[in-house]
């Protein structure tokens, strides 16, 4: 690859001004690193990526507000979590997590319970017992 | 005058009183490593860093899941850069994980104020200071704590081009963020250093342990092996997995090779610029060819990853197919191997 074949694609909604380091050639042929402003390829793969997890968090969202799951379900995806990392996080054994996403067994946990997710997931217990109305903005 | 500004907004004064030049990296890894040894005065480079470190590598672990699906990885295994390249140049280095994160933060505080500027496994998740599309759970990546400020930190992360503040709160989660690879609280520094490393001795180990890595692993899944083996997946896997599961491997592997701060091409790039400097110090024309040649290798990396966008933007509606891209990964697969060996065979040369 050399200087001007390192991708300077317009991609702000992704990048947000950050510069990824690329080696290319100069006329010399000799190798530097050279700022790229983003890929199309790069941008599209990641799109792919990040809207996966925005479906989940979405349909969690639904599933709690219809009652189907509980709010812990929709912190969990939004964290990019697994029942396994969430567990680990909070000091509780997986199997209870996956319990717990179930509503009627998450309206009976302890606050010592709701705490220890709140703060794993980075969040107060007020947040923990709701989700939003509406959907997250990307 | 443009470059002198630019050096005022990246240098920063360290708890030692020395001045520390922020530079941008392709990788995290070899980024904070290669800074952590120029702090220590010597004069040392990414692309270096990476060679000597043994960072060149292909993996592709089909029994291992990621985020359900496979991992492919184009670099050697994390947290093992630093510690190869401080042993092959000879210096004395500090590493330790730490399982209580009070403890953790206080040892980091401790170092601070020791003089030292600490290099730190982190989850970049919990990194704040990234845009909302770089964070993903994944607890690889590599930062440098520079000193303490008011409520945190003050970092250089090198896919950065400027050193960040990251706040306490921030740091703790993301060095002590559980799941794969966990960081655990590591964290590493240079102690000493000894005076005009033996760079020639340190490049030739890690050039050799490279080529054993691509070439002689008894193991399926690892160097070249590994390339053939995972071409071989992508041909069939429309059939195998259907198609949407099948797009979504296949762009899980572009995104190892371009998304994840590799330089480009998967490190051959970098790669590529290692086996120049490495040619400059051993006066070597063969090295150089070898460099030319890991060009063009990338080359084709960078097309396999167009064609793949492709394959799975166009959901089959295009001509480009599943086997075309993996029938493209297998040009590589060949033409590393032949590279490889070559370089195996001219060490032997190099090292008299």
Known sequence: ??????????????????????????DKGKYVMVPSKGWVVDEMINRMAYDEYKVKEEEARKAVLAGQKSPLA???????????ILGKTAGIAAFRVKRHLRPEIFARLKPSVLGAYANALAITTEELITVPKNPRER | MKEATANKMNSEITVSGRTFIHQHAAHCESGVTAALFRDKGVKISEAMVFGVGSGMFFGHLPFIKWVGMPITTFRSRPRTLFPKVAKRLGGKFFTKEYRNAQKGMAALRNALSDGHIVGLTTNIYWLSYFPNRFRFQFNGHNIIALREIENGFRVSDPILDHPVDCSTEDL????????????????????????????????????????????????PFIGIKGMRYLAKQIIKSPEKLGFPEACRRL?????????????????????????????????????????????????????????????????????????????????????????????????RKLEK
């Not at chain 1, 074949?5 to 990824?20: F, H, L």
């Not at chain 2, 290798?297 to 480009?320: L, M, P, T």
């Not at chain 2, 197919?321 to 060490?347: C, H, V």
């Open chain 1, 1 to 26: 690859m050399k200087i001007n074949e390192v991708p300077q694609d317009d991609v702000p909604d992704y990048s947000e001004g950050i510069k990824k380091g690329n080696y290319a050639l100069d």
């Open chain 1, 74 to 84: 929709y912190y969990m995806e939004l964290r990019q979590m697994t029942p396994e």
């Open chain 2, 251 to 347: 762009a899980n592997v572009v995104r190892m090779q371009e998304e994840v701060g590799t330089g480009g091409a998967g490190f051959r790039f970098m790669y590529a610029a290692f086996l120049q400097e490495a040619a400059e110090l051993f006066g070597s024309d063969e090295l150089a060819e070898l460099s030319q040649e890991m060009t063009a290798i990338g080359d084709i990396w960078r097309e396999f990853a167009v064609v793949s966008a492709r394959v799975v933007k166009q959901r089959g509606q295009s001509e480009e197919t599943f086997a075309k891209a993996g029938g493209l990964m297998l040009i590589p697969a060949g033409r590393e191997e032949q590279l490889f060996k070559e370089l195996y065979n001219l060490l």
């Open chain 2, 172 to 219: 703790e989660r993301a060095r002590f963020a559980r799941g794969p690879l966990e960081p655990k609280g590591f964290m590493y520094w240079v102690e000493t250093v000894v005076e005009n490393p033996d760079f020639r001795s340190a490049c030739l180990a890690g050039m050799k342990e490279s080529c054993y890595m691509m070439l002689k692993v008894p193991f």
